[in-house]
């Protein structure tokens, strides 16, 4: 083969390892499979199948493609497979990208092939730190000072100078079972040392670039864990605060009826029982705009007790189809409290609560609405508001929703007081999985 074509051919299967690398993190299933370091024996064959088919399809590319030798990386695939998966995924890698190869006569290259992915899964099986694995470059430590002194500090050569040696033991095996044998395995060779010393850097920048690019995935993973577990911590810590700031002010609505109506501050009792159990429910960031409805007629059943039915009217029109849209929990009590506590509370015969929702263009509008006292300042605001409720809401939109979502509030002195949320539409398919990771899947998708 021509020491050019050689060159050329070399640079290009650079290309191809980082091409099938960049095309695989694109498969989600695939980047949940590379995240995890401990797989069962189904996602093995996952990520055998998922790296192995591609790889095998090269190979065909090589032989009925002229002088593209390029497009054959199974030899570098199958280290790549052993150094991910372990000596199974190695073994079971190695058969399945030589397939075609027998096909083709090239017999030799079934055992090269899974001699390389299993002794590959070996060295990642006697790794003493699964990191150093995805940490791999061929541009090791070159003072040989610092070294020797590494080498006799730990009476053994590091795993990523065993790794290196490994890659350059196999194809010095496989270049010589080619000169060999030259139609029962395929291998790039030259007669001239420069060239020959190319093809060896070649190679293991080859299972280098893979790993570079697959690392890339796993550490942009990582940094997305962090932030669903620091969304979620957030999350909590301004649910903690709401709560008990919502029970104090209703066990004061209790207190105040136990003497003059103790009817009424028994039934306020089983109410707020209910209320009680629904807040014990950690980890339910996210429900059903119904489920949250139905957490808001107990609180405001104890209100109506506490007022009068003839003080404190409610009217709710909810379009049925919103009512199954995810909405985050305890959204609405602190601006229905807010609007009783400054709409109704100061006025003699007191009012009505119209709460509204409806869906509109990929947005689930949410108003409630009094007609009370107002406030002497109308406007537009992301956190406009009076209390700590108001505040909490804002807040907990912008950790969840970024700019994405929107807090409106107009109000007029007398008139009363219009509070609208506008969010975007989370179907509950969506939001499977773990809290933190709901909290992510709803920020990152409102930010596209």
């Not at 009012?351 to 609405?369: D, K």
């Amino acid at each position: 083969m021509d020491s050019r074509l050689i060159l050329v051919t070399v640079l290009i299967r650079l290309g191809v390892a980082a091409a099938i690398s960049s095309v695989l993190v694109r498969a989600r299933r695939f980047r949940v499979l590379l995240f995890r370091e401990e797989r069962t024996l189904g996602e093995k064959i996952e990520v055998i199948l998922i790296i192995g088919i591609p790889i095998a399809l090269g190979v065909i590319v090589r032989h009925f493609v002229r002088n593209f030798y390029a497009a054959d990386i199974s030899f570098e695939g199958a280290i790549l497979m052993g150094v991910i998966g372990g000596r199974l995924a190695g073994t079971a890698g190695g058969i399945l990208v030589s397939l075609p190869a027998l096909l083709f006569g090239e017999w030799l290259a079934l055992p090269m092939n899974i001699l390389s992915g299993f002794l590959a899964g070996v060295l990642r099986h006697v790794a003493t730190e699964r990191e150093a694995v995805w940490s791999f470059s061929p541009l090791f430590d070159l003072n040989i000072y610092h070294w020797i002194r590494r080498s006799i500090r730990k009476s053994l050569i590091d795993w990523q100078t065993s790794f290196f040696l490994l890659i350059l033991a196999l194809e010095f095996v496989r270049i010589q079972l080619h000169r060999a044998f030259p139609r029962r395995i395929f291998a790039l060779d030259s007669d001239n040392w420069l060239v020959e010393l190319a093809i060896y850097a070649g190679t293991v920048m080859a299972v280098a670039i893979a790993l570079k690019v697959l690392n890339n995935v796993r550490i942009e993973m990582k940094l997305e864990q962090q932030e669903r577990l620091l969304l979620q911590a957030r999350m909590e810590a301004l649910q903690s605060q709401i709560n008990p700031h919502f029970l104090f002010n209703t066990l004061n609505s209790v207190s105040s009826l136990v003497r003059r109506d103790p009817d009424s501050a028994r039934h306020m009792i089983v109410k707020l029982s209910s209320i009680l159990r629904r807040l014990l429910r950690k980890g339910d960031s996210f429900v059903p705009l119904r489920e949250e409805v139905e957490f808001l007629d107990d609180y405001l059943d104890i209100e109506v007790v506490r007022f009068g039915r003839e003080k404190l009217r409610v009217v709710k029109e909810l379009e049925p189809g919103s009512l199954e849209h995810l909405v985050p929990s305890m959204i609405l009590q602190p601006l229905v409290e807010n609007a009783i506590k400054h709409g109704l509370a100061d006025k003699l015969d007191g009012g009505s609560i119209h709460i509204r929702s409806r869906s509109a263009e990929g947005r689930i509008v949410i108003e409630v609405e009094d007609d009370g006292v107002g406030m002497p300042v109308s406007g537009t605001s992301t956190s406009s508001g009076t209390g700590i409720g108001m505040v909490n809401v804002s807040e907990r939109l912008q950790v969840v929703y970024g700019d994405a979502a929107d807090i409106t509030v107009e109000s007029q002195p007398g008139r009363g007081t219009l509070v609208r949320l506008v969010l975007p539409v989370l179907l509950a398919e969506e939001m499977g999985g773990s809290v933190a990771g709901a909290l992510y899947e709803a920020r990152s998708s409102t930010s596209r």
